[in-house]
């Protein structure tokens, strides 16, 4: 419940600071003094769209504070949900900076707009006569159905579960693509997957091939080489073996006199021990080297299958080739495991529509038995608002196809005169045919709803008479289960309120200001009758004021 609004710099208001109460509220004023500027600051506050031109001081900030009441509305949950600390007695507050930059509190906590949106759904209705253009809404026919027969734990069930059937059906489909591409290269992929793993590369094969291959095709010098290198070693008297032997000797024969001819000799021995191991490999080497024509021939042959292999994919390297087919062997075994994931994925799609059918079935049976009842409370409602010839014909048929609240489809027809054919609404009733409809819709929301508040901003526009006494009493019926607001120029509805607030517009400092006030028992006297009768209050207006007020 709405219980204080506090506004400064916007619009038309430099400071404004107001209190509500529970039951029936009335604000009334001129044309033009400033009620649409109320409901804009509310709209700001509770989440609107703002820019600098809602400052009417554009070098000060603009303020919005509402204070509301939320005990006995369940929503501590939503308040979990949404991660904000959760009062009694919460505040939510806007500001507008003269950057044009705003900003948003609940409980001084920082939120976004998309938040206090979702807030204002669950705390206040404001409704504007041009809002009866939702009454041809499916969405908006649905929740009037669905309210009468308490069916939002079900479609909330039915909701989640949905969100989650869309999600599986979407990745079904990303996967059935997948596959369908999959598909049309598998047997290419095959192949080559095949043609590297016969294969059977090996990391460092190609650099080993490349050596062994070279010192094939060198074997004549490297014999050379290596008979040179023999001759030089084990030639009589001058090869290094005879001449290491001799400097052996030597130093042997002089070892005893000294600790240092010793070392020297020692080292000597050790050159030849590792000179003569050297030799024997040479010589080893030297035998088994010999030109192997057909093992040359294997090596180019192997080489030529690398070299091939990595240009069909482009790449340098064994490495590289062996990575590739990594990637083709998940490739295939992706395939293989996506037919098994499609099969399971499809039946667990299958589970989850028959759990949403049922929900959806009983969605439907309980949205067919309230129907009765609802055309039964609309009919009695217009009976009284001078409406006793309005009909409606309302239908609900269950479909196949899965909608945002449940499968069915909804025909909502009317018929305003007696033997008349029904049609929609927005084609058969008139712009006060449709404000009183939609005032009696509001009224049967007020007793199944938790709804705190609801604004009505000239609903009664086109009514007059005993209409409009009618149509106060309704209002006052609601508030016994809301908070109900109405900004009206009808005195037989103004007089009803247990509340009256003036609009009005005063200058200071050569500058219009908006403002609004409470009226005293007095103020209401006399803004009544001048609502009867114009700025000339006549003695008689007065009395009729006094009498609507009794």
């Known amino acids: 419940m709405l219980s204080s609004i506090s506004i400064k710099n916007y619009a038309l208001i430099n400071q404004l600071d107001i209190d509500f109460s529970s039951g029936l509220s009335i604000i009334t004023g001129e044309t033009g003094a400033g009620k649409s500027i109320l409901l804009g600051a509310l709209g700001l506050v509770l989440g609107n769209r703002a820019d600098l031109s809602s400052l009417k001081d554009s070098s000060k900030k603009c303020v919005v504070e509402v204070k509301l009441k939320l005990e006995n509305y369940n929503l501590l949950t939503f308040f979990a949900k949404v991660d904000l600390d959760y009062e009694n007695d919460t505040i939510i507050r806007r500001e507008i900076l003269p950057s044009g930059k705003s900003r948003a509190f609940v409980n001084d906590t920082p939120v976004t707009l998309s938040i206090l949106n979702q807030l204002k759904v669950k705390l206040i209705d404001v409704h504007s006569q041009h809002q009866t253009s ?11 159905i669905d309210a009468l027969s308490k069916n939002q734990s079900k479609i909330t069930s039915y909701k989640s579960l949905l969100k989650e059937l869309n999600l599986m059906r979407k990745e079904l489909l990303q996967i059935e693509e997948t596959q369908r591409v999959s598909n049309q290269q598998y047997d290419y992929n095959l192949y080559l997957f095949k043609e590297l793993e016969e294969s ?135 395939k293989e495991n996506a037919t098994e994931y499609i099969i399971n994925t499809k039946k667990e799609i299958d589970i989850l529509c028959e759990k949403i059918d049922k929900i959806a079935n009983n969605i439907f049976i309980e949205r067919t038995k309230v129907i009765p009842k609802l055309k039964v409370l609309l009919e009695g409602l217009l009976a009284e608002l001078g409406m006793e010839n309005a009909r409606f014909s309302i239908l609900v048929s269950h479909t196949q196809d899965y909608f945002t609240n449940g499968k069915d489809e909804l025909q909502f027809l009317f018929s305003a005169n007696k033997g008349g054919n029904f049609g929609e609404l927005k084609k058969v009733a008139s712009g006060g045919e449709l404000s009183r409809i939609m ?112």
């Open 134 to 144: 939702q009454l041809s809404d499916s969405s908006f026919q649905f929740s009037i």
């Open 200 to 334: 059977k590369l090996q990391v460092d094969e190609q650099e080993n091939l490349e050596a062994t291959l070279d010192k094939l095709n060198n074997i004549e010098e490297i014999q050379l080489q290596l008979s040179d290198a023999l001759s030089i070693t084990i030639s009589d008297d001058i090869g290094i073996q005879f001449l290491l032997s001799s400097l052996e000797s030597s130093l042997q024969k002089v070892a005893p006199f000294s600790k240092e001819y010793q070392e020297l000799s020692d080292r000597i021995t050790s050159i030849k021990i590792e000179l003569d191991d050297i030799v024997g490999e040479l010589e080893a080497v030297n035998e088994n080297l010999e030109f192997n024509p057909n093992e040359a021939n294997k090596i180019n042959d192997r080489l030529q299958l690398i070299y091939n292999l990595q240009k069909k994919h482009y790449v340098s390297t064994n490495k590289d080739l062996l990575g590739i087919q990594q990637e083709l062997s998940d490739k295939l075994l992706q």
């Open 439 to 550: 005032l009696s819709v509001k009224k049967i929301l007020s007793e199944n709803t938790k709804l705190p508040t609801i604004i009505f901003d000239e609903i009664d526009t086109g009514v007059s008479g005993e209409i409009s006494n009618k149509i106060a009493q309704i209002m006052q019926q609601m508030s016994q289960h809301m908070q109900v607001i109405t900004i009206t120029h009808l005195p037989q509805i103004a007089a009803k309120g247990l509340n009256h607030y003036k609009v009005f517009k005063s200058e200071v400092n050569g500058k219009t200001t908006t403002n609004l006030k409470l009226l005293t028992p007095e103020e209401r006297i006399v803004e009544i009758a001048e609502m009867l009768s114009g700025k000339d209050i006549s003695i008689s207006a007065l009395t009729h004021a006094k009498e609507l007020l009794m």
